[in-house]
């Protein structure tokens, strides 16, 4: 069974992989992800930016989506910041810790995050651009 996104209108892949976020109709102020409420027209973002800030995860998270199976391997987190747009928090993945730096540029991708309801769980994450990742 494919796997399924962590939440509606997160991402969509077709015909490129793209986070949904959304403009508001009087400010034109860009949001992600995008809000359920009808002041909002729904936009697909920029597939690729840059390194904007970033940590390592050297605890388990407490609550989803960061919560991942145990034991608990340290893992990347950072903001990515999307041109003309926004900037977003992800995971960052298929990368050694030791080769981020602010202004990498960055690509988005998925991961497999958990699984519910006998689903396995999908949710996006940021690569650097070029290196080979999971088809979403």
């Known amino acids: ?23 508001h109709r009087q ?3 860009i949001v992600f992800p995008l809000p359920s409420t009808g002041d909002y027209e ?9 390194l904007w800030s970033f940590t390592i995860q050297r ?35 298929d990368v050694a810790f030791e080769d981020l730096r602010l202004g990498l540029p ?7 995050c958990g699984h519910a309801a006998g689903e396995t769980l999908r949710s996006y994450a940021f690569k650097p651009s070029g290196t080979p990742g999971r088809a979403p």
């Open 1 to 23: 069974m494919s796997p399924v996104p962590i939440a509606p209108n997160i991402f969509t892949s077709e015909p490129e992989l793209r986070l949904i976020g959304g403009r």
């Open 27 to 29: 400010t034109q102020k």
């Open 42 to 50: 729904r936009i697909e973002l920029p597939p690729r930016g840059t």
């Open 59 to 93: 605890f388990a998270p407490k609550s989803p989506p960061y919560r991942r199976a145990e034991p608990f391997v340290p893992f990347a987190v950072g903001y990515v910041e999307l041109p003309g747009a926004l900037i977003v928090e992800s995971p960052l993945t």
């Open 106 to 112: 960055m690509e988005l991708t998925t991961i497999d």
